[in-house]
Nanobody
Framework: QVQLVESGGGLVRAGGSLRVSCAVSGIKFWINAMGWYRQAPGKQRELVAAITGGGSLNYADSVKGRFTISRDNAKKTVYLQMNSLKPEDTAVYYC?????????WGQGTQVTVSS
């Protein structure tokens, strides 16, 4: 059974930093890509950052220079370091793994940035 366990997130003031992490277990296929999406109230879920199996990185324009995605292959964990946070970064953040033909989603963790 595949499990994704997210941790981190919380409440921070504008300009502050947070790190969220997501550990996956039970995946049998090779992990092709992993990343983070977010969904703010009343908005569609959007890609924040992604990293492929080969190490290629992709960031949303709105977070470039502020957020950094990284991974620990041995731990099957993906991280998102968020710096210089803004109120518009407030959302539920979801980790996402692509392994073989399957897509897996974390349960979501709330990030709230106060002004």
């Amino acid at each position: 059974q595949v499990q994704l366990v997210e941790s981190g997130g919380g409440l921070v003031r504008a300009g502050g930093s947070l790190r969220v992490s997501c550990a996956v277990s039970g995946i049998k296929f090779w992990i092709n890509a992993m990343g983070w999406y977010r969904q703010a109230p009343g908005k569609q879920r959007e890609l924040v950052a992604a990293i492929t199996g080969g190490g290629s990185l992709n960031y949303a324009d709105s977070v470039k220079g502020r957020f950094t995605i990284s991974r620990d292959n041995a731990k099957k964990t993906v991280y998102l370091q968020m710096n210089s946070l803004k109120p518009e970064d407030t959302a539920v953040y979801y980790c996402h793994f692509v392994a073989g033909p399957e897509n897996y989603w974390g349960q979501g963790t709330q990030v709230t940035v106060s002004s």
